[in-house]
Structure formats: C-alpha cells, structure tokens
Nanobody
Framework: QVQLVESGGGLVQAGGSLRLSCAAS????????MGWFRQAPGKEREFVAA????????YYADSVKGRFTISRDNAKNTVYLQVNSLKPEDTAVYYC????????????????WGQGTQVTVSS
C-alpha cells in the first residue's frame, strides 16, 4: 500500500505561481515513477506531468510545457510540481499518483492516488 498527500494549492491571480507537494509513504518511494494529473469541474481527469524513478526523465502535457516543472526529492519521499504563469484554464484539483504500468499519459497507468489539492486562478 502507498499513501499520497498533496498540499500547496490555493487561490492566485493569473500569471502567479505555486509549488505543489506530494508526500508519499508506504512503498519504497524511489522505486516508482510518479505523475501529476488535474481535473476541472465537469471535465475528465487529464495528464499534467510525470517523472521517472531517478528524476532523470520528465514528461509534460503540451498545455503546460514551459510553465510547469515536475521534480522529486527521494530522500524526503516528496514529488513537487512548480506551476508558473498560471492561467484561468489551469483551475482544477491537482492529484499526485504513483505509476504502475502502461502509458505515462493515461490515468489507468497509475495505481495509487492522493486526495488532491485545489488550484484556483482568477482572471
């Protein structure tokens, strides 16, 4: 079993920044790739970013590339998502997830999920 707890969300103006954190416990954290997804009201959950077990490889959705940065600190069992130049369309609940198998871009490739943290960007 693995437990994931997100934090760092909040209300910001367009153009602002936040750093989201995902604290993990249970499984050996450094053995797993991790991802961030987001879900807006009435929309399907969508891929945002992923990072390999070592942190050497990263993947981003086209909509966030150049603005968001995923990173990890295995010594702290924590994954981060730095979100910059925020737009109103970035408003969503952001979820951290532990990768299991399959495409990094698909929700069904991840077997454990956190409860999410709300990011709201005002226009």
């Amino acid at each position: 079993q693995v437990q994931l707890v997100e934090s760092g969300g909040g209300l910001v103006q367009a153009g602002g920044s936040l750093r989201l954190s995902c604290a993990a416990s249970g499984r050996t954290f450094s053995s797993y790739a991790m991802g961030w997804f987001r879900q807006a009201p009435g929309k399907e959950r969508e891929f945002v970013a992923a990072i390999s077990w070592s942190g050497a490889a990263t993947y981003y959705a086209d909509s966030v590339k150049g603005r968001f940065t995923i990173s990890r600190d295995n010594a702290k069992n924590t994954v981060y998502l730095q979100v910059n130049s925020l737009k109103p369309e970035d408003t969503a609940v952001y979820y951290c997830a532990s990768y299991y198998s399959g495409s990094y871009y698909n929700t069904d490739a991840y077997d454990y999920w956190g409860q999410g943290t709300q990011v709201t960007v005002s226009s």
